[in-house]
Structure formats: C-alpha cells, structure tokens
C-alpha cells in the first residue's frame, strides 16, 4: 500500500509562490507516475500536472503552464509542485496521486493512491 502525505501549503499574497511536497511510504515512489490535482470550493477536480516514474516527462494544465513546475527526488520518494505567480484562482485545495503512468488522458484517468491534500489560498 502507498500511503502519499502532501505538505507545503498556506496562504500567500497573489505574485507569490509555494512548493508542494508529496511524500511517500510503504511502497516504492519511483514506481509510479504522480500526478497533482486541485479541488476549488463549488468546483470540479482539476488536474494540474503529472510527472512519470523517471521525472522524463512532465504534463501540466494550460492554466498552469508556465508557472508551475513539477519534479521527483526518487532517491528521497518526494514529488514536488512549485508554484511561482500565484492568483486567486489557484486557491484549492492540492492532492497528489499515484497511478503507473500519466499517459495522454492523465488528467481523466483513475489513480491507484490519494494523498489527503494540502489547502492552498492565495489572497491579499
């Protein structure tokens, strides 16, 4: 079992920046691709990024592109989000999950493991 725990969230003016951590356990993170999603209050999950077993090759939402950066220490079993130019509209709260690739869909497709989130809020 993968149990993932995000960290790294909390409140930053807007222009800001955060970095995401998801940390893993029980099994080997280098295994799986991971993905991060957002969940704002009154919307639809969002897929936001996802990186494969390697840290080759990365995917990220268009409304993210640019601003946010994803990354992998295997060595350490933590995935990282950072996010740079914050905005209101990033406010959400973020989950990691677990899957064995992103693939092309990676923003549709079923993840094996969930992280609990980190609340992200991004306000004056």
């Known amino acids: 079992q993968l149990q993932l725990v995000e960290s790294g969230g909390g409140l930053v003016n807007p222009g800001g920046s955060l970095r995401l951590s998801c940390a893993a356990s029980g099994l080997t993170l280098g295994d799986y691709a991971i993905g991060w999603f957002r969940q704002a209050p009154g919307k639809e999950r969002e897929g936001v990024s996802c990186?494969?077993?390697?840290?080759?090759?990365?995917n990220y939402a268009d409304s993210v592109k640019g601003r946010f950066t994803i990354s992998r220490d295997n060595a350490k079993n933590t995935v990282y989000l950072q996010m740079n130019t914050l905005t209101p509209e990033d406010t959400a709260i973020y989950y990691c999950a677990a899957r064995a690739v992103c693939g092309g869909g990676w923003r549709r497709v079923s993840y094996d493991y969930w992280g609990q989130g980190t609340q992200v809020s991004v306000s004056s």
């Open positions: 990186i494969s077993r390697s840290g080759g090759s990365t």
